[in-house]
């Protein structure tokens, strides 16, 4: 139970307790064994529900191809640099080197089936993973920002057309009341405003004048 619930939680193959070269038939045996000792039903542990569900999840993932191939893609990975790493260090080791030669590779296979080997590529398969899990997350985390911007963008362009229609009704409505203003305007040459007394015009002395003549003082 608690090595269950301190798993790995980005590689399946750890909470089922199998080697990365597993087939799809030894997953399942070992799903049915390991879920009979944790099943809610007859483990009476408080977490018992919890690491049941990690099982049924890990087998799930295992079983996929796809997710599958990926995990297995990382493995190699992981082997790869590794076996790098491993070269370089045969380069300084002259022994370990003429031996490796000897063997015709019989050295190196051994090495990688050694405890030592397996903990390293564990190791690294989990920084592997844990590493691709972020940018991942990382990419998700743009996407949804991005997705956020263009709703912003969409609503702000509806807000925007939503005012010019209430601006076009607004225009239309009014639209009696701005003829009957320039009606007004076009008969009287002043626009008149609701409520307005204009005075009376001043007579003139010269009828042709539309101005009040003042008196010019002399002198």
């Given at each position: 139970m608690?090595?269950i619930l301190?798993?790995?939680?980005?590689?399946?193959?750890?909470?089922l307790?199998?080697p990365?070269n597993?087939?799809?038939d030894?997953m399942k045996?070992?799903?049915?064994?390991?879920?009979l000792?944790v099943h809610?039903?007859?483990c009476?542990?408080?977490?018992?529900?919890e690491?049941?569900?990690?099982?049924?999840?890990?087998?799930?993932?295992?079983?996929?191809?796809?997710?599958r191939?990926y995990?297995?893609?990382?493995?190699n990975a992981?082997?790869e640099e590794l076996r790098?790493k491993r070269?370089k260090?045969?380069?300084?080791?002259t022994?370990?080197?003429?031996?490796s030669?000897v063997?015709e590779?019989?050295?190196e296979?051994?090495?990688?089936q050694?405890?030592e080997f397996q903990?390293?590529l564990?190791?690294?398969?989990?920084?592997l993973?844990t590493?691709?899990?972020w940018r991942?997350?990382k990419?998700?985390?743009?996407?949804?920002?991005?997705?956020?911007r263009?709703?912003?963008?969409?609503e702000e362009t509806k807000e925007?057309w939503?005012?010019?229609?209430?601006h076009?009704?607004?225009?239309?409505?009014t639209?009696e009341?701005?003829?009957?203003?320039?009606r007004?305007?076009m008969?009287?040459?002043?626009?008149v405003k609701k409520?307005?007394?204009?005075p009376?015009?001043?007579k003139t002395?010269?009828?042709?004048k539309?101005?009040?003549q003042?008196?010019?003082?002399?002198?």
């Open positions: 608690v090595r301190s798993c790995f939680k980005l590689n399946p193959f750890e909470y307790n199998l990365f597993s087939t799809p030894d045996k070992q799903y049915r064994k390991l879920s000792l809610p039903d007859k009476k542990h408080p977490q018992a529900k690491a049941f569900a990690a099982l049924a999840k890990a087998q799930q993932l295992l079983l996929d191809p796809q997710e191939e995990l297995l893609s990382q493995v992981a082997k790098a070269k260090q045969l380069k300084k080791d022994a370990s080197k003429i031996k030669l063997d590779g019989k050295y296979q051994q090495y990688e050694s405890e903990q390293q564990k190791q690294r398969v989990r920084e993973l590493e691709h899990e991942r997350r990419m998700q985390m743009r996407i949804s920002e991005e997705e956020g263009l709703k912003k963008e969409e925007m939503k005012r010019k229609r209430e076009e009704e607004q225009w239309e409505d639209r009341q701005r003829v009957s203003s320039w007004d305007f008969k009287t040459g002043k626009k409520g307005e007394i204009r009376p015009k001043l002395e010269d009828p042709n539309s101005y009040v003042r008196p010019v003082k002399r002198g």
